[in-house]
């Protein structure tokens, strides 16, 4: 008795209609903002062995539902990372900012040297590539790094939304569970076709260049980043339809 007591004013949103509308709208924002995770996080565990590629996509994923459900209980620490700690070249430096740029800075090496590897796997000596075969442990940190920068994103985003802490609690649980049942087809579509992980990789450095500006305070719409990734995808997929087609033919003129 006492513990629904302790839930009932946690839970009065559920005979509140704008609540739902809320609910509704922030778990497709969190589903959409989780794309930029799930891209890095296929093309990451692609370069392990076969055998270890399921383990680390779920344990990279569940390791962001963990870090999120954490993050949103220590929410009143996290809206505060939005207040400025300094000031440079005209504009005020959050804690937020800095993770983005950080976060932002590193997507842009990471698909620099993976496009380097893609374009020339030649030269492979001293490239992350080369000394990954990579480790599980070095899979999941690496995935645990960019967890954190979306996953503050994701929380300062969702306080932006509601108030309503179960309403973020709820939002988060459900994007990260679509992710857990999306990565594995995503990674096994890059994996099947090779031309699409340069996409990726292309997506990936845009959503890095992204979080740098946003961190450098000159926010770019989301909307603008995924129709751009949504049109690229469309071209890509016409130019995957017009090689197997072509396949198709010239295996018919045999």
Do not use: C
Not at 23 to 40: A, K, R
Not at 166 to 180: E, G, H, L
């Amino acid at each position: 008795m006492q513990l629904v007591e302790f839930l009932a004013p946690h839970f009065a949103f559920v005979s509140d209609p704008t609540a739902w509308v809320a609910l509704l709208t922030l778990v497709v924002l969190e589903i959409v903002l989780g794309i930029d995770n799930l891209i890095f996080i296929s093309i990451l565990t692609n370069k392990l062995p076969e055998a270890q590629r399921a383990r680390a996509r779920r344990l990279g994923i569940s390791a962001a539902l963990v870090m999120r459900l954490i993050l949103l209980a220590t929410i009143s620490i996290i809206v505060q990372l939005t207040t400025p700690v300094f000031t440079a070249f005209g504009h005020g430096f959050s804690w937020r900012d800095l993770i983005l740029i950080a976060g932002g800075l590193f997507l842009v090496w990471k698909a620099t040297k993976e496009i380097h590897h893609t374009v020339d796997p030649q030269d492979h000596q001293d490239t992350m590539v080369g000394t990954l075969q990579l480790s599980l442990a070095g899979a999941i940190f690496q995935i645990l790094l960019l967890d954190l920068v979306f996953s503050i994103d994701s929380i300062i985003t969702a306080v932006g939304m509601t108030d309503e802490i179960a309403i973020m609690y709820i939002a988060v649980i459900v994007a990260v569970s679509v992710m857990m049942l999306a990565a594995a087809p995503l990674a096994n579509f890059i994996a099947r076709n090779p031309s699409i992980v340069m996409l990726a990789l292309g997506f990936l450095l845009m959503i890095g260049m992204t979080l740098i500006a946003d961190g450098m305070g000159y926010h770019v719409p989301k909307g603008y980043i995924y129709a751009a990734m949504g049109f690229s995808a469309l071209v890509e997929g016409l130019n995957m339809l017009a090689r197997n087609r072509k396949k198709q033919g010239s295996g018919g003129g045999h």
